[in-house]
Nanobody, 114 residues
Framework: QVRLVESGGGLVQAGGSLRLSCAAS????????MGWYRQAPGKQRELVAR???????TYEDSVKGRFTISRDNARGTVTLQMDGLEPEDTAVYYC????????WGQGTQVTVSS
């Protein structure tokens, strides 16, 4: 059974930082794309950042230069370092693994106050 467990969300003031982590179990992640999506109230879920098995990264335009995604295949983890947070970053953040199947975490709330 594949399970993704996220941690690291919370409340932070604008300009602050948070670090989200996602630990996968029941799956070998080395050949899978790993990423983070977010969904704000009343909006569609959107890709925030993704990292390929090769290590190639992709970022949504509004987070470029502020967020950094990384992965540790041996530990089965994907991490999102978020710096320079803005109120517009407030959302539920979801971990995603895309290999032969697509798996989602349960989501973690990130709230940025102005």
């Amino acid at each position: 059974q594949v399970r993704l467990v996220e941690s690291g969300g919370g409340l932070v003031q604008a300009g602050g930082s948070l670090r989200l982590s996602c630990a996968a179990s029941g799956i070998i992640v080395s050949g899978a794309h790993m990423g983070w999506y977010r969904q704000a109230p009343g909006k569609q879920r959107e890709l925030v950042a993704r990292i390929a098995p090769t290590g190639t990264t992709t970022y949504e335009d509004s987070v470029k230069g502020r967020f950094t995604i990384s992965r540790d295949n041996a530990r089965g983890t994907v991490t999102l370092q978020m710096d320079g947070l803005e109120p517009e970053d407030t959302a539920v953040y979801y971990c995603n693994i895309w290999g032969q199947n697509i798996y989602w975490g349960q989501g973690t709330q990130v709230t940025v106050s102005s």
